[in-house]
């Protein structure tokens, strides 16, 4: 009885091609854009969390400024300078900083020939290439004895080379920074856009001692930046640093910190709560279609019932009970998600793909989504089916058969 229930639901709903696309239409729409949006919220976080480790989850980055007591914040480079000395001691105590690279940075024209282009100057060791996750495509990069000696070179990135050197091959050559000439002797491999959306190829780097001396003429650095030897001592790295820089910069007990120790970690777990809530709103609008989908399911069925009414009556007549009748319906919605589902799963990956290719979105298709999103398609099609079929099982045949 079960197969023939079966039978003549897929018999109704061809019998009525039009009637069932339209039904279905609304199920696909609604997997398909949950499936969709969950992958692109996925793909955003995907996209963060693979930036910052970029940068490095185990990273340290030290600035002038701290708070008050109160938690006002102190302004950046106010009070005490962090110095060149300060980075030597840290790398000098702290035994699990793997790499300490003290920094400065200054917007700067750089000009080539009759090429022109503003761009953000930054004077650091050799090491930051390897704290920051830079590859060297040609030339080299710069060393110790650069920086021994403040020569005038730099490394710069790929935006660089396209803007000042359309003809390509920029090594060996000269580029003018502000009114200073540097030797170009390396070119850095393409990174892209970082998680904050900049450019991380339009950049040059110069040797430290060269840009706080020859170029920018200061005594102080703008930040520290610290690498731990991995994730489990980052805390760990981070006390001891704050502890030498308080007796450094003579700071008594109880006193406010004139510097601030940003932890990437930190950040990152921040910034994949800020995607998690995005994945969760993206996910919950796409629901609304899903949920509109089925309340088209529930007003199908009933259409479907009041025009099934003779026919209804006719199978009573011949003998078929309550849950023969309600088991027909039933399955005709649970068909109508099913099918509704599985077409949904396609459109979902294709648009998934699709935003990918040409909106150059990063999507991630997630298959416990994908999953969730069919289970949640049939339930939807059995939920907003029970109540046209249990009308449907409890017509009187006789007043059944009456209906015109």
């Known amino acids: 009885m079960f197969n023939e229930s079966i039978k003549m639901a897929l018999e109704g709903m061809v019998a009525n091609k039009l009637r069932t696309f339209l039904t279905l239409l609304g199920i696909i729409i609604g997997v398909g854009a949950v499936i969709a949006m969950v992958s692109l919220g996925f793909g955003v976080k995907e996209q963060v969390k693979n930036n910052i480790s970029r940068l490095g989850s185990n990273l340290l980055i030290v600035q002038s400024g701290g708070r008050t007591a109160t938690g006002a914040r102190i302004q950046a480079g106010s009070g005490a300078r962090l110095t060149y000395d300060d980075a030597k001691a840290i790398e000098k105590s702290v035994d699990d900083a793997l790499y300490v690279a003290p920094m400065v940075s200054k917007g700067y024209q750089v000009v080539v020939g009759n090429q022109n282009w503003t761009t953000n100057v930054q004077g650091a060791p050799p090491n930051i290439l390897d704290i920051r996750d830079y590859t060297v495509e040609e030339g080299r990069n710069f060393n110790n004895r650069d920086m021994t000696s403040r020569t005038r070179v730099c490394v710069i990135g790929k935006t660089i ?74 805390d760990s790295v981070q006390g001891e640093v704050e502890q030498i820089l308080r007796e450094r910069h003579r700071i008594k007990a109880g006193g406010d910190d004139d510097f601030t120790v940003r932890n990437l970690a930190a950040l990152m777990d921040t910034m994949m709560e800020t995607a998690n809530t995005i994945t969760m709103l993206l996910g919950c609008i ?117 209906y015109e």
Request: net charge positive; no cysteine.
């Open 286 to 402: 796409a629901a609304i279609s899903l949920l509109v989908g089925g309340i088209g399911i529930m007003n199908i069925m009933l259409v479907s019932v009041t025009e099934r009414t003779r026919e209804i009556g006719i199978r009573k007549a011949l003998g078929a009970t309550y849950h023969n009748i309600l088991l027909q319906f039933l399955i005709e919605a649970m068909v109508i998600g099913v099918v509704g589902g599985v077409l949904g799963v396609l459109l979902g990956v294709a648009s998934s793909y699709g935003i990918s290719k040409f909106a150059g979105w990063n999507t991630v298709i997630s298959v416990p989504t994908i999953i969730i999103a069919v289970v949640f398609s049939v339930g939807i099609g059995l939920f907003f089916g029970i109540y046209p079929a249990r009308k449907a099982a409890l017509l009187d045949p006789i007043d059944a058969l009456r």
């Open 161 to 234: 080379v396209d803007n000042l050197f359309p003809e390509g091959d920029p090594v060996g050559k000269t580029m003018r920074i502000g009114k200073a000439p540097f030797t170009v002797i390396g070119v850095l491999g393409a990174k892209g856009q970082s998680a904050m959306g900049q450019d991380q190829d339009d950049v040059v780097f110069v040797p430290l001692t060269t840009a706080m001396n020859r170029l920018m003429g200061i005594t102080y650095v703008n930040n520290i930046t610290i690498q731990a030897k991995n994730e489990n001592v980052v």
